[in-house]
């Protein structure tokens, strides 16, 4: 499996954690988990990814409700693109495309107008209380992934997301780090667009 494709991996199993529960014994930082992401309409940041290599790349993420998110590596060549009905990962260096309906995937949930809180999310024990830490309760067939949240009283909600790790299905792990986080801004229909990849002889 390439490192891009660990990457979307990532990117797509990331997803499937932002189901939190919605009843009236959740935890206070449950609670707090589910205003940020229902208070965040736009988003942009800057991320750094570790694969289980040590082998580190870099990028850029925007994202808008509803359905829209784009994970662009540095120089262009690998895009993970939701334009608000179809996922789509376009490796240029290898002329690869491959797409899925944006409702089948846990995405479609998360990049909702209002996502879906189905209980399927757990707070973890973290040695450091600036840190709110997430995980899905039941690896998927991506893997399992673990959300971590920075507490910053200005960011929606009080929580401003720090990142991920998930391990994919043989075991693998990748860090996403992010950085320059902003929040309901704007972003341009524009970017969920993109290039049809011309396929390698």
Do not use: C
């Amino acid at each position: 499996m390439s490192f891009a494709t660990n990457f979307a991996r990532a990117m797509v199993a990331a997803a499937t954690i932002a189901a939190v529960p919605a009843s009236a014994a959740e935890s206070p930082d449950l609670a707090r988990l589910k205003a940020h992401l229902t208070s965040v309409q736009t988003m942009t940041a800057k991320f750094t990814q570790t694969d289980a290599k040590g082998r580190v790349d870099d990028g850029t993420l925007q994202m808008k409700r509803p359905g829209r998110v784009r994970f662009e590596y540095h120089g262009g060549d690998v895009l993970l693109v939701a334009d608000g009905k179809r996922l789509t990962f376009l490796d240029y260096q290898v002329g690869q495309k491959s797409s899925w309906p944006l409702s089948k995937t846990p995405l479609g949930a998360l990049l909702s107008s209002s996502p879906d809180f189905n209980g399927k999310a757990e707070i973890l024990p973290s040695n450091d209380s600036r840190v709110v830490v997430a995980r899905a309760k039941n690896a998927s067939q991506y893997g399992q992934i673990t959300l971590a949240f920075l507490r910053n009283g200005s960011s929606p909600g009080g929580l401003e997301m720090y990142g991920w790790t998930a391990i994919d299905p043989q075991g693998h792990r990748t860090t996403v780090r992010l950085s320059d986080v902003r929040y309901n801004v704007a972003v341009p229909d524009s970017a969920f667009t993109y290039a049809e990849p011309k396929k390698r002889r």
